[in-house]
Structures are given as structure tokens and as C-alpha cells.
């Protein structure tokens, strides 16, 4: 009976061994929390809130210089660089899909310890959407992946609430007016999406100069939400 037990707990870890998701390092057989090496989370330097247009950084509230915030706070579980940044790369350019699990449980977690999002949790949580082009020939919205993992951590429902109208331009090439010209507009609320009133949690994978977030939080405020609260897994720093 015991050994039946024993079997039962440990089968699937002697199966299939845990490994660091980040670098597949072998982990201890009995990983219960983040499937992270030693070395891996020695690299983890969680954000908080962070303007990208001003560069304020802060884990409890959002008063920054430029007052972008107050309308449209943002929180970075990672800096866009090293690890972080080829973990990634690889979830969007390199089908890993499997990545957004780990990662979107990270980040769902990390929400819960903030003291900003304790104090007005989300109602629901959506995502950037892609353009159907773009999704169908990469297979996957990582962002969709990601928010949907976080949802489950934060115990919250998950909402497709937003259309890409047309490809946008890759952002990586344009400097911060480009990109803002180029997201202008691109996005409109998907029809019956009951909005209204609730705080909303809209996750991407990576803000860089936050223009896709500002743009989706006019169109989600002017579409009655109550309040936006905007979640990456990487936002760019001003050092990176
Ligand atoms: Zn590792
Ligand atoms: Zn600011």
C-alpha cells in the first residue's frame, strides 16, 4: 500500500524528471512552486509598477512624475534583458508555447503580492489581441497563453475583449512617435463585451515604450470600464 503511494506521488517525477523551465536544468524531484533552478532565479529582479514614459519604478503606488500612470498603470514582472529576454524571444519566435505556463503563473503570483493590486483587484483579465494573420501563421497569441494562465492563478474570469483591425508594422524597428502612430486606432472593442464598470487586467508579453498599452486602455475606458491596470511579463527599462 505505501509503495503503491510512494509510486503514485513520485511516478511522474521519476518519469519525467522536473526541470528549470528557463534553462531544463534537473530540479529536485519534489519541486513544488516555480520550476526554477538556483542559478535561474538568482537572475530575477521583479519590477512592480513602471512608467515606461518616465522611467518611475515603484511597487506601491502610482504617482509618477509624468501622471501617465494614473491613467494607465503598468506592472513589469521582468526587465526585457538577459534571460528574461531570450525566454521570451523564445515563447514568440521560436514556438515554445510551453513557456507562457510558467511565466503566466509567475506573473499572476507576483500581481497577488503587490500591494497596488491588493488594493483594487481586476474583475476580469484580457489580452493584446494579434492580428488573425499574425496568429494564424505563429499558431498562438502568447499573450492570450500568458494572460490565461495568470487568470487561473488570480481566479479570475478570462475575456477575449479586444480586435487587432490590421497588421501593424513590427514595433521592434520604430522609435517611440513611430510606434504610436503605428498603434493608433489599430485596436477596437470586440462586440457584447461586457466591460462596463469593471476594473480590468490586460496582459501583453512585453511593454516597451507602453504605446500599445495607452492605446488599449482609451479604447477600454472610453468603453465604460471602470479602471485599467495594465500587466507584462517584460517591460523595457531605460538602461536596456
Ligand atoms: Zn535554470
Ligand atoms: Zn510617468
Aim: hydrophobic letters at 40%; one cysteine or more; proline letters at 5%.
Amino acid at each position: 500500500m505505501l509503495l503503491k503511494r510512494y509510486l503514485n506521488d513520485h511516478l511522474l517525477d521519476i518519469l519525467f524528471p522536473p526541470r528549470c523551465f528557463v534553462c531544463s536544468s534537473r530540479l529536485p524531484a519534489n519541486v513544488k512552486d516555480e520550476r526554477l533552478c538556483y542559478f535561474c532565479s538568482g537572475r530575477v529582479e521583479k519590477v512592480g509598477l513602471f512608467c515606461p514614459w518616465c522611467g518611475y519604478r515603484s511597487r506601491e503606488n502610482s504617482n509618477c512624475c509624468c501622471g501617465k500612470m494614473k491613467a494607465h498603470p503598468l506592472l513589469g514582472l521582468f526587465w526585457y534583458r538577459g534571460l528574461w529576454k531570450k525566454s521570451i524571444l523564445r515563447l514568440k519566435y521560436y514556438r515554445q508555447p510551453q513557456l507562457s505556463g510558467e511565466l503566466g503563473k509567475m506573473l499572476g503570483r507576483f500581481l497577488l503580492s503587490l500591494p497596488v493590486y491588493q488594493e483594487a483587484p481586476a474583475h476580469l483579465v484580457t489580452f493584446v489581441p494579434l492580428h488573425h494573420w499574425k496568429e494564424k501563421s505563429r499558431g498562438y497569441n502568447q499573450s492570450f497563453l500568458l494572460a490565461r494562465e495568470a487568470a487561473a492563478v488570480l481566479n479570475l474570469p478570462l475575456l477575449e475583449t479586444m480586435i487587432r483591425k490590421w497588421p501593424t508594422e513590427a514595433q521592434a524597428t520604430l522609435n517611440r512617435r513611430e510606434r504610436r502612430e503605428n498603434i493608433h486606432k489599430a485596436f477596437s472593442l470586440k462586440k457584447g463585451s461586457p466591460v462596463e464598470g469593471k476594473t480590468l487586467l490586460v496582459i501583453d508579453d512585453v511593454v516597451t515604450t507602453g504605446a500599445t498599452m495607452e492605446e488599449v486602455s482609451h479604447l477600454l475606458l472610453q468603453a465604460g470600464a471602470a479602471r485599467f491596470l495594465g500587466a507584462a511579463v517584460a517591460v523595457q527599462g531605460w538602461s536596456n
